[in-house]
């Protein structure tokens, strides 16, 4: 029903009543039967229409007291809901925050892995890098070997001279060796190269190759490298072992007369 209109069955209802009270009282005028009946029957219709319309409003009720409760229903949902995506939010935010601050600091600890010098890993990781080697060549039943490189006659040149000759061998190395292999710098004149998956012939032309790249390069007359080279398990088991054969090669190396790679003994 549209605002403003009455409900028809009250006009009814009402006109029902007045005409019951109008015969009721015509009846008791008069004293005629005709108006006693008259008013008995406008009182009862107007009690049917008084009936019917208090069920309707009852029915009204009911629909608003639903309709009031699918309401607070539905806020509630909505509530709900908004609690999750704001809870959900969170999380994603959080999750995102944490991996931006782990990729942070991850590439800040892979900054640091690295010497400016040679763009090789630092003198730090190698004994780690030669351990986990080992223990990886260990599990497969493969070989792993150690090369120490040492940049001949510079001992008694200033420290700029030899950072940039090790900067020249550090490139070298990096553009020589394979992209599974290990370079590191060792010091002001030495740089170590982990070999994976690599026995001693294979080693020893690794190490040619790195020292005729050298020498092949614009500077390669003025500097020149030594080389010693120890494979696990033909020279040592373990891998403090396995450096310590590397280096008394290199050692080797350099008392006959440098500019040369040599090899490890068998293990005994």
């Avoid at 008084?50 to 909505?78: C, G, K, N, P, Y």
């Avoid at 090369?147 to 020249?168: C, H, K």
């Avoid at 010693?228 to 040592?236: E, F, I």
């Amino acid at each position: 029903m549209k605002p403003g209109m009455q409900d028809p069955r009250l006009v009814i209802a009402a006109g029902c009543g007045v005409g019951a009270l109008a015969a009721g009282a015509a009846g008791v005028a008069t004293q005629s039967s005709v108006f006693a009946v008259l008013a008995a029957g406008c009182g009862v219709f107007a009690a049917i229409m008084a009936i019917a319309m208090s069920a309707r409003a009852r029915e009204e009720d009911d629909r608003f007291a639903a309709a009031e409760m699918e309401i607070r229903t539905l806020r509630r949902e909505v509530a709900t809901q908004k609690e999750y995506i704001d809870e959900q939010a969170s999380k994603i935010f959080t999750a995102e925050t944490l991996e931006t601050a782990r990729t942070g600091e991850a590439r800040s600890r892979g900054e640091e892995a690295f010497d400016a010098a040679t763009g090789l890993y630092d003198e730090r990781y190698f004994a780690v890098l030669v351990q986990q080697q080992v223990a990886a060549a260990r599990r497969s039943l493969r070989p792993v070997s150690v090369v120490i490189f040492e940049i001949d006659g510079m001992t008694d040149a200033d420290g700029d001279t030899r950072l940039q000759a090790l900067g020249v061998v550090g490139d070298v190395v990096r553009r020589t060796l394979r992209e599974s292999d290990a370079g590191c710098r060792l010091g002001d004149l030495m740089v170590g190269a982990i070999l994976e998956d690599t026995a001693e012939a294979g080693a020893v032309w690794a190490a040619e190759r790195v020292r005729g790249a050298l020498l092949s390069s614009p500077i390669g007359d003025a500097m020149t490298l030594s080389a010693g080279v120890a494979c696990y398990p033909s020279h040592a088991l373990g891998a403090a072992e396995l450096v310590h054969q590397a280096s008394r090669a290199l050692e080797e190396a350099r008392n006959r007369g440098r500019d040369r790679v040599e090899l490890a003994p068998e293990a005994s």
